[in-house]
């Protein structure tokens, strides 16, 4: 019982339970705002869905219009939800690893490029 007690209070199966919540009521909202822009699509080209579209006969419209509402679906997931959260991560939580100043690789070759010049100097002047 303590293994399943531990698995069940495990701080990422929590985090997993919210998430995938959260994410099924938000796609709610996703799909009804993209079918929002494809109704205003529709206003501008004469139907909201291409569906019926056939050019040469070839039944393209069915592709299209899932091609446009996947356009409007990354770009309100993007602009909604991933700039949004990236902005406050990293404005109320900083990473605490980014230190102002140089980084380790150039300050690792910042070091091999004086301990050579050192060595360069120190061997002028046994020659002298």
């Known amino acids: ?19 995938f919540i959260m994410g099924g009521a938000f796609a709610t909202v996703v799909t009804a705002t993209v079918a929002l822009i494809m109704d205003l699509v529709g206003k501008v080209g004469g139907q909201p869905d291409f569906s019926t579209y056939r050019p040469e006969g070839i039944s393209v ?13 990354s770009a309100v997931v993007y602009f909604a939800i991933v700039m949004p959260y990236t902005r406050a991560k990293e404005r109320f939580f900083p990473d605490p690893t980014e230190e102002p100043g140089t980084p380790e690789d150039i300050a690792l070759l910042t070091e091999i490029r004086d301990l050579l010049a050192n060595q360069g100097q120190a061997g002028q002047h046994k020659q002298l």
């Open 1 to 19: 019982m303590t293994g399943f007690k531990n698995f069940l209070l495990r701080g990422n199966l929590i985090e997993l339970a919210v998430a």
């Open 61 to 73: 419209g069915p592709w299209l219009t899932a091609l446009i509402a996947f356009v409007i679906l």
